[in-house]
């Protein structure tokens, strides 16, 4: 089931007994499972309504047996449990013992007053097993996977309605290349901005530059963004601001030198007609973070990127070795991109 499709029935009041919601995003499997929360179960309710299981440290078998059991002074329960890796084909360390078939029995014959939902933080399940085609059969699974560029975009202006601020199309990618597309981070930056500019009010580029956290990472990764736009002015800002938090320039270098790994890969990998969400899937990427890679790399020929490779490998070596200032080193290699 689409996660967008599960939304809209819950919305509508009406729910399957049991959800699998599996992904790397977890900022939608906590929206999904407040969705369901606040619809089903008033706010009074839920000291006695909502439980919460760790399946590395409880049974599946103890979680339906407590799913069976008639709710005390509320007329429906919510019951959710993490860390269901037995749903995935990845070997299960802990030292419990599941017993799938209570769960094969249970989804033959649900409680209607128990909605169950199962997180496993994994993108994908092993259709192979049994459980798991009986689960697809009853179209319960709810893929919460990174969100594409395009549904980045959009998002991003939903949040911006809700919080009844002005978003131009600049601003919002700027927001999303600063925080790298993911939703926790947009979210918690996105309120933030909100409460500055107050109802109403524009959110500008300047705006958040101003005010947006980023990590060394992104840092580096918005460094080689203006370095391909040339603006250098810019880039070299960027450097001073790094310098001055005392970030070490051979973690830069190195920083960057896995921009341009990537860059490499992305464009050879779009050159076999893989799409952003396969390339993100081959190198553990975030689908946006392809997007901006891709076109980074357009300003470089394959030949170009494996050569500016080489070079961070040699301009690491010297930093190491004392053949070069760092700082120095580091300036001439920015220098020599633009050329």
């Not at 131009?168 to 981070?185: F, K």
């Not at 975030?286 to 050569?307: C, F, I, M, N, W």
Request: hydrophobic content about 40%; some cysteine.
């Amino acid at each position: 089931m689409e996660y967008k499709q599960a939304l809209k029935q819950i919305d509508e009041g009406r729910f399957e007994p049991v959800y699998v919601c599996y992904g790397s995003e977890s900022y939608l499997i906590r929206q999904f499972i407040r969705r369901i929360s606040d619809k089903m179960i008033e706010p009074e309710h839920r000291d006695f309504a909502v439980s919460k299981y760790d399946l590395a440290e409880t049974s599946v078998q103890s979680v339906i047996a407590d799913a069976e059991t008639l709710p005390f002074m509320v007329p429906r329960k919510l019951i959710t449990a993490g860390n269901a890796q037995f749903f995935t084909g990845s070997k299960d360390s802990g030292k419990v013992e599941h017993q799938l078939d209570r769960l094969t029995e249970y989804l033959q014959s649900p409680v209607d007053y128990t909605v169950l939902i199962f997180m496993v933080q994994a993108d994908k399940l092993d259709e192979r097993k049994k459980i798991v085609k009986l689960l697809k059969e009853k179209n319960v699974l709810v893929p919460c996977l990174p969100l594409t560029a395009e549904e980045l975009q959009q998002w991003v202006r939903r949040e911006a309605k809700r919080e009844d601020v002005t978003l131009t199309d600049r601003a919002a990618e700027q927001l999303i290349l600063y925080t790298g597309g993911h939703l926790q981070t947009l979210a918690a930056e996105m309120e933030k901005i909100a409460l500055n500019v107050g109802r109403g009010g524009t959110v500008t580029e300047e705006l958040i530059e101003a005010l947006v956290v980023r990590s060394t990472e992104q840092n580096v990764f918005i460094l080689i963004e203006q370095v391909v736009q040339l603006r250098l002015d810019k880039a070299f800002a960027l450097l001073e601001e790094l310098l001055k938090q005392r970030e070490e320039p051979i973690k830069i270098v190195m920083l960057m030198a896995r921009q341009f790994r990537i860059m490499l890969q992305v464009k050879e990998l779009s050159k076999q007609s893989y799409s952003h969400q396969q390339i993100a899937g081959q190198l553990g990427l975030h689908p946006y973070a392809v997007k901006v890679a891709e076109g980074q790399a357009r300003a470089y020929d394959t030949e170009k990127l494996s050569r500016i490779i080489s070079q961070l490998s040699d301009l690491d070596f010297k930093m190491k070795s004392g053949g070069i200032d760092k700082v120095l080193g580091l300036e001439l290699f920015l220098l020599g991109l633009a050329v």
